[in-house]
């Protein structure tokens, strides 16, 4: 037998794994680096976190990937690059990282790399009838398993979609295992470049939807308009601005907010074009930047409490725990939690997974199922969602 496969085989045996989970989202802050010890799969999965840390990205490497994300024309040669580039980079940071935590290669069992995307199309967003869903993640796992040494999943999308899914949002199969709760409703929202959420009810269906942006474009304004910042921190630029009820009624006013649940979408629709556009349909050319600051704040706030609105209404003794960088946002959770009250917003912690690790340890969650639980599990609560196992395999030899 091979030895990679006998390998597989005596991890997919063993009580409890430790297994990495990788994420890159949208924000292009960094690549979150979890290593988690999980034990058991399916409803029976229990996961610590035993180490977490977001490496962040050199400005060069952000640069090149803006360079080619959500664009309809790129440099093809840059593409493939690109995404040799990316799995080198990754299988570095967690050679990195491993040596950071002095932990050896040997303790991890399992990589879950998410890859990078660098375009999301849903049939709804490209509209072409006769062509799938379509998603692409780059940045190759034979190169993160090969510089590792270690086993590691990749491309987690791709068999979603093979099932007739949109290939995303995928947070609700580890929401599932790791949130739900028997006696109350549970919302987990999480606020990456895109904001998304999950509803899990304590009986019937599980629901997992993007609302629109999060992160966003609130991040590219501030690229555009304060050189050397990233983002909003602690939203200290917003917090200047006056909210212009004009531009909020036109960023407000793109179909995709009226599409049913659930829906997907990405920076191939909410980017700076979309932005200058809702600007210019105000007829205003000069909207003070700190009131466009404020605006999109109240935008990516407003988005997401409609879309969670409607399920808190059918649901029972609801919490709603809260993941990702814009829950370090503090004007756009207040206004979220005085609108949703009295639903209690607290943040993943609560459950001992610290909210920027929250999607790197699902992807962690995801790789462990696909090694050792039964996809068919998934198909009880997750009706509108394909019940398979995701991830390839690559093996360091
Ligand atoms: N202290 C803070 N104040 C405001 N925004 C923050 C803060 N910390 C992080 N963020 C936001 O969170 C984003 C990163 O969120 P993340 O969950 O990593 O998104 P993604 O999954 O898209 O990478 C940053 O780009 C920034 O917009
Ligand atoms: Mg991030």
Redesign the pocket.
Known sequence: MNQNVKRLYQIAQKKSRNIIGL????????L?VALCNISGHGNNTTVKVEKFI?WPYARGYREKLLEIISKKNVDLENLCLLHELTGLLHGDIINKCLKKWKTDALHVDLIASHGQTIYHAPRHLHKQKDLPNATLQIGDADHIAVQTGIITLSDFRQKHIAAGGEGAPLAAYGDLLLFKESDRDVFLL?????ANFTFIPAKGNVLSTDTGP???L??HWVQMNFTGF??????IIAKKGTIHDGLLHELKSHPFFSLPFPKTTGLELFNRTYLKNAISRTGKNKIPIYDVMATLNRFTAETIVQSVKKYIQLSHKPIMYV????M???M?MDFIEKEISPVKMVSTTQKGIEP?AK?AVLFAVLANETVAGQPGLFAKHLKAMPAVSMGKISFPT
Do not use: R, V
């Not at 990233?230 to 939203?235: E, I, M, P, R």
């Not at 993941?323 to 814009?326: A, H, L, T, V, Y």
């Open positions: 994420m890159s989202g949208t924000s292009l802050d960094g979150d977001t999480n606020i990456g470049g895109i999060g992160n966003t609130m991040d990233t983002y909003d921190d602690n939203a993941s990702g960088g814009g370090h946002n503090p756009l920027d999607e």
